[in-house]
């Protein structure tokens, strides 16, 4: 149905912006990040491309997605060029590389694997990081905003089979300014 691709991605933003307000409050300092360039020679980690107009640059790409809770430290982040970040989605990382590079998968799954060794990140929970009130408050706010979804979903649904019956000449529907 045309416009359902809306609903994924503002339902993917708006998870993802739920578990920023929640996550543990930590940014990549400037100097991390040229630590993790560093480490992969200023290159994607997947495709092994360095910046260029073609794949629009490097940019930190969470290994264990921020809807996963996972964090902007080294360790979760590895560079990516702008064209394989896209291409990911939400993907996990270790399915990517086989489907994309799938003769060169193994040897890029244990560079990346090495390099998360090396950083010992372990991805916490929402358990883990929140008091029982506020784990309790979270929770409510997902609740509501999958009801929010499916009010609008339902609200797409009747003006899509609305649209279909009058392109049919099957109903006629009285819209407001209608003046019969």
Known sequence: MKGTQHFSRMSYNVRRGLREIVAPDHRVSKDEWALVLAEFGSSCA??????????????????????????????????????????RGNKPWRAFLSTRFPVEAT?????????????NYSPRTLESSLTGEELSQYNALVAEWEGFLAKARELQSKVANRRSLAANNLFKPKLLGDSA
């Open 107 to 119: 040897v890029r799954i244990r560079r990346i694997e090495q390099y998360i060794a090396v950083h």
């Open 46 to 87: 997947y495709c092994y491309a360095v910046a260029s107009a073609e794949n629009r640059g490097i940019v930190p790409d969470h290994l264990v997605a921020v809807t996963d809770f996972g964090e902007l430290v080294p360790g979760n982040i590895v560079p990516a060029c702008q064209t394989c970040n896209d291409s």
